[in-house]
């Protein structure tokens, strides 16, 4: 079976169900049994890193983990970066939380660029980078991705083109959210041209949260007076987007900074927790992740 040649930020997702298409072959199974992958639904922001890191290994795949799925974002949660990859093929992976959020299992495609992506390269096919987690726009013509449900395995993967208009559902977002979800793709970009970037954002992320008090009550203060400070300048709407407890008033509010400081037996967490903390602090101070630009375009190849 031949794995075909992936399209510019095209998702590993979309190429293995262009693969099998091309193929002949009528089901996935084949795929997945040359690749040793699990036959579990394929979610497109949900980082699937168990069988991504699986199918790294293979040769057609290697570049494809990094740039054709959100693995990277994932690295937000470790501090040093050379323990991410095996943290996050580990079984300890499928333990992420995500009751909380309002994690999206749709795929999502821009009709712009579906049409361009036909007109240059015949058939449309799925983006990463729209794809990745909570992001809501297209950058490239600033208009809200149109969702597509019930695409839950490779077999049904059909690409954006030939899916019938009743099964392709457009969504309504704020202007916010345009700027929200360039910047979800802009660190996703510095993390694809340096990986080790995500060991500074997170310092940036627990230079901002300290000096945290020892004592327990002053430490609750601390954390809930930060949260107003985040809530003053993240928009609302984009916190009922991303966490249950904005959208729903019946459940108790979660003080996700603080949460995310105490990391309490929970390794590994949507990366959603870390990209808002660090929205808020960019929103708060538009130069603070210049210093790290500067870095990936001295280093320029993307450290291992
Ligand atoms: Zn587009």
């Given at each position: 079976?031949?794995?075909?040649k992936?399209?510019p ?9 262009r693969?099998?298409?091309w ?6 199974s ?6 040793g992958?699990?036959q ?9 890193c168990?069988?991504i ?7 057609e ?6 740039s054709g799925s959100?693995?990277?974002?994932w690295?937000l949660?470790?501090?040093?970066t050379e ?13 992420a939380?995500?009751?909380q959020?309002?994690v ?21 096919y ?8 909570f992001v ?7 208009m809200p ?8 395995d490779l ?7 030939r899916l019938?208009?009743d099964r392709?559902?457009?969504?309504q977002y704020g ?11 802009r660190i996703f970009?510095?993390?694809?041209q ?13 230079s ?11 430490r609750?203060n601390?954390?809930?007076?930060l ?8 928009p609302?709407?984009i ?13 108790r ?6 949460t995310?400081?105490?990391r309490d037996?929970i390794?590994?967490?949507?990366p959603v ?6 929205y ?9 992740f210049?210093d790290?630009?500067e ?10």
């Amino acid at each position: 079976m031949n794995i075909v040649k992936a399209f510019p930020d095209e998702h590993v997702w979309s190429v293995a169900a262009r693969s099998i298409k091309w193929s002949g072959f009528d089901s996935s199974s084949i795929f997945f049994d040359k690749f040793g992958i699990d036959q579990s639904h394929i979610k497109p922001t949900k980082g699937n890193c168990h069988n991504i890191t699986k199918l790294a290994k293979f040769k057609e795949f290697e570049q494809l983990q990094k740039s054709g799925s959100s693995f990277l974002l994932w690295y937000l949660n470790f501090d040093r970066t050379e323990c991410a990859d095996s943290e996050l093929n580990s079984a300890e992976y499928q333990q992420a939380r995500e009751s909380q959020l309002t994690v999206c299992s749709e795929w999502k495609f821009c009709p712009c660029c579906a049409q361009e992506n036909r007109a240059l390269y015949g058939t449309a096919y799925w983006h990463n980078k729209h794809n990745l987690p909570f992001v809501t726009h297209c950058t490239k013509h600033n208009m809200p991705l149109s969702h597509v449900a019930n695409l839950k395995d490779l077999d049904s993967l059909i690409m954006p083109n030939r899916l019938a208009a009743d099964r392709i559902q457009s969504q309504q977002y704020g202007e916010e959210f345009f700027n929200w979800s360039r910047f979800v793709e802009r660190i996703f970009n510095m993390l694809e041209q340096n990986p080790s970037v995500a060991t500074q954002l997170r310092q940036k992320i627990w230079s901002r949260l300290n000096p945290v008090p020892n004592e327990q009550k002053k430490r609750r203060n601390h954390f809930n007076g930060l949260l107003n400070e985040l809530e003053a300048i993240v928009p609302n709407s984009i916190l009922r987007h991303c966490f249950q407890f904005y959208r729903d008033e019946k459940r108790r509010k979660s003080n996700i900074l603080f949460t995310t400081y105490k990391r309490d037996g929970i390794q590994i967490r949507n990366p959603v927790y870390m990209l808002i903390i660090l929205y808020w602090i960019e929103l708060e101070d538009s130069s603070i992740f210049g210093d790290l630009h500067e870095t990936t375009n001295i280093t320029g190849n993307p450290a291992k």
